[in-house]
């Protein structure tokens, strides 16, 4: 949802240096990750940590002087303009992969292999943990396009974690199917979350929870924590959009 209307005078914005497409600077600080600007990043950002999923920080970025971005008319420009940024969360010390980077693309991907690089019971307790509300989120916003977009930590001590998520432009869209990909599980139908869950109790434990979630609510309250004008976002998609998610997780919880 590139509703840029949301900023005005009084939201909180980054001013930096365009790197290039895809990194902007500003001294002394990590580097900035840009792109279009989207209302459902914050909305991702806001419910990831009402859940405790660890996730980027997301905030509007400008390359102009704010007094020129707001003249602009033209769509295009104004999307130039002002992008959605965050810093590079990489900490020194941890080692960060992909999927991809985990098993070089051979083989068959699957959750138990991805585990089975756990160091020992505790750390696989603790990341099949994080996997989980990971897939729960995931799952509840309808999003499609995560796979390749986690960044596994292996820490000093051999240890591996999900590190922060991000990119949630893909979702709270369209909830008329019940497929969800991730890294090394695919759930292509109903049967699969429930067979999944015979397996794994805990993401049902997970998933129940969301039934209580006001998306709507989770909306108002990033909106007011950023300074955005929510004024002209139609809430009515996202009260329609949790309506769908719930009717769709009762059929998985069934």
Same mark, same amino acid.
Do not use: W
């Given at each position: ?25 500003? =001294? ?130 051999? =240890? ?64 007011? =924590? ?18 769908? =998610? ?9």
């Amino acid at each position: 949802m590139h509703d840029f209307d949301v900023i005005n005078d009084s939201t909180p914005v980054i001013f930096a240096k365009k790197k290039n497409d895809g990194i902007a600077t500003i =001294s002394g600080l990590p580097d900035i990750y840009h792109k279009d600007f989207d209302l459902t990043e914050f909305v991702g950002e806001e419910l990831a940590s009402v859940r405790g999923v660890s996730s980027v920080h997301y905030f509007p970025l400008l390359f102009e002087e704010r007094q020129k971005v707001f003249a602009i008319k033209n769509y295009f420009d104004k999307c130039l303009a002002i992008r959605t940024g965050s810093f590079d969360f990489k900490k020194e010390g941890v080692q960060y992969l992909s999927s991809r980077d985990l098993f070089h693309g051979d083989g068959e991907r699957s959750l138990e292999l991805l585990l089975s690089l756990c160091p020992n019971d505790q750390n696989r307790e603790e990341f099949l943990d994080e996997l989980l509300e990971l897939y729960a989120l995931d799952i509840y916003c309808s999003q499609t396009d995560r796979p390749n977009n986690i960044y596994y930590e292996i820490r000093e001590d051999g =240890s591996i974690h999900v590190g922060k998520i991000f990119d949630y432009e893909q979702s709270f869209d369209s909830t008329f199917g019940e497929y969800y990909a991730s890294d090394f599980h695919l759930f292509d139908s109903i049967d699969d979350y429930q067979e999944f869950m015979v397996k794994y109790p805990m993401l049902k434990d997970k998933l129940t929870t969301y039934l209580d979630v006001d998306l709507e609510k989770i909306v108002r309250k990033m909106g007011y =924590s950023r300074r955005f004008d929510l004024s002209s976002c139609n809430m009515d998609n996202y009260k329609r959009f949790g309506e769908e =998610s719930y009717k769709k997780l009762e059929k998985i919880l069934k």
